[in-house]
C-alpha cells in the first residue's frame, strides 16, 4: 500500500515524457504536433502508451484499493479510481505543459521535466484519494499551490490553454 503513490509516480512519468518526446516539434510557433498530422506509427505510439497507463493504474489500483477511501469490496472503485487517477493526472499534466510552453521553457527542460515531474499530477490525484485524511489535505493544497503558481506564470490563462488546446487537435478545431 505504501507504494501506491510511487508507482503512480513513476509509471505517469515515463509515460507522459514519452508521450511529449513525441507530440514536441522544437518549433516555437508551433510546439506540438496537432494529432490529427501524426503519423500512424507515432498516432499507434501514443495510443499504446495510453493503453499502457490506464492498464498499469488499473492493476495498481486492483493490488492497491485498500489505500483509498473508496469501497474497497466493491470492483467498480478500481474502475472509478483508474478514471479518476487517469483523466485527473492527464488535465494536470496538459496544464503543467501549457504553462512551461508559455513561460518559454526551453525544449529539453520541458522533456526533462516530464520525465522526471510527469507523474506529479497523477501521484496528486492519487493523494486525493489515499487514505489517510492528512494526506488527502496535503495533497490538495499541492494541488491548489501548483494551480496558482502555474496561473501567475501565463500572461492570459484562459487564452493560453484554448492556444495549446488547438494546437494539440490542429486546425480543424477553432472557438469563435
Not at 31 to 38: A, D, I
Not at 43 to 66: D, E, H, P, Q, S
Request: hydrophobic share 55%.
Amino acid at each position: 500500500m505504501r507504494w501506491q503513490l510511487p508507482i503512480v509516480w513513476l509509471v505517469g512519468s515515463v509515460v507522459t515524457g514519452t508521450i511529449a518526446v513525441l507530440l514536441a516539434t522544437g518549433v516555437p510557433e508551433f510546439p506540438l504536433k496537432p494529432l490529427p498530422y501524426l503519423s500512424r506509427f507515432e498516432a499507434l505510439t501514443l495510443v499504446v502508451l495510453v493503453v499502457v497507463l490506464v492498464f498499469a493504474l488499473y492493476a495498481l489500483g486492483w493490488y492497491t484499493i485498500r489505500a483509498t477511501w473508496l469501497r474497497w469490496q466493491d470492483p467498480r472503485s478500481v474502475v472509478l479510481w483508474t478514471i479518476l487517477v487517469t483523466g485527473g493526472g492527464f488535465l494536470g499534466w496538459g496544464f503543467a505543459a501549457a504553462v512551461t510552453f508559455e513561460s518559454g521553457f526551453s525544449l529539453t527542460a520541458q522533456l526533462v521535466l516530464a520525465y522526471t515531474c510527469g507523474g506529479l499530477p497523477f501521484t496528486l490525484i492519487a493523494g486525493m484519494l489515499a487514505r489517510p485524511w492528512q494526506l488527502n489535505a496535503t495533497a490538495a493544497m499541492v494541488t491548489a499551490i501548483a494551480l496558482l503558481a502555474g496561473l501567475t506564470m501565463m500572461e492570459t490563462p484562459l487564452q493560453t490553454l484554448v492556444l495549446y488546446l488547438q494546437y494539440l487537435v490542429g486546425p480543424a478545431f477553432r472557438l469563435s
